[in-house]
């Protein structure tokens, strides 16, 4: 257990709407970072944040958004959904904005249909 | 553009042998690689990690070694035990005068221990 939580674990949703994916960093990490996996593009880094604020941009569409609340937990907004977004979507935490350890938590399954 | 690549999608080794799990990457800007572990149904766990300005890292069964020249590494897992069957994945890190970026990685090698 690596002490980052995520909810929910499933998710089945049709194309056009929208949906939120909750994560709670490991106790004392400042930072969250969210990932795609999808079957073909393997895991890719979406967004990070750190206490609070917006940190690093990686592969994350205009639909998607995410924030990072006072108590450190984050949000990954999907919005405009299309069979595409179908994927594992995984939160990891760290110390710090600047460390390299991650640590993961178990991912939502989100299934576009 | 991939720019961690693990060409071998899986790898069958016997328990007791040697499993050496390969990674090739093309930025040289990375100043960290990972190597993580991952079990069906949890998220990736991290194993070992190396800084660009070493060639090797040990941690009890599991070394990893990087080849800077030739942009290569490498996990050995010396024995290798029915536990260790998993999917595992070579990631990278580029840190900037801003900051680290998330991690890159690779499409991941599913290593399985035979009895």
């Known amino acids: 257990d690596s002490g980052v939580t995520q909810t929910p674990k499933h998710l089945i949703t049709a194309t056009g709407q929208r949906v939120t994916l909750r994560c709670s960093p490991r106790?004392?990490?400042?930072?969250v970072y969210w990932y795609q996996q999808s079957l073909d593009q393997g895991l890719q880094f979406l967004i990070q944040?750190?206490?609070?604020?917006?940190?690093a941009k990686g592969n994350i569409l205009e639909r998607f958004s995410a924030q990072q609340f006072p108590d450190l937990h984050s949000e990954l907004n999907l919005s405009s959904l299309e069979l595409g977004d179908s994927a594992l979507y995984f939160c990891?935490?760290?110390?710090?904005?600047?460390?390299?350890?991650?640590?993961f938590g178990p991912g939502t399954r989100l299934t576009v249909t | 553009d991939q720019q961690v690549k693990q060409n071998s999608p899986s790898l069958s080794v016997q328990e007791g042998r040697i499993s050496i799990l390969n990674c090739d990457y093309t930025?040289?800007?990375?100043?960290?690689f990972l190597w993580y572990k991952k079990y069906p149904a949890e998220g990736p766990t991290f194993l070992i990690s190396?800084?660009?300005?070493?060639d090797k890292n040990e941690d009890g069964r599991f070394t990893v070694f990087l080849n800077k020249s030739a942009k290569h590494l490498s996990l050995h897992i010396v024995p290798s035990q029915p536990g260790d069957s998993a999917v595992y994945f070579c990631?990278?890190?580029?840190?900037?005068?801003?900051?680290?970026?998330?991690?890159?990685f690779g499409k991941g090698t599913h290593l399985i221990i035979q009895p």
């Open positions: 990631a990278a890190r580029v840190f900037s005068g801003g900051g680290a970026d998330g991690l890159t």
């Open positions: 930025n040289s800007m990375f100043d960290y």
């Open positions: 106790s004392g990490d400042l930072s």
């Open positions: 944040y750190y206490n609070g604020e917006e940190r």
């Open positions: 990891a935490s760290s110390v710090n904005g600047d460390s390299y350890e991650q640590y």
């Open positions: 190396i800084s660009s300005i070493k």
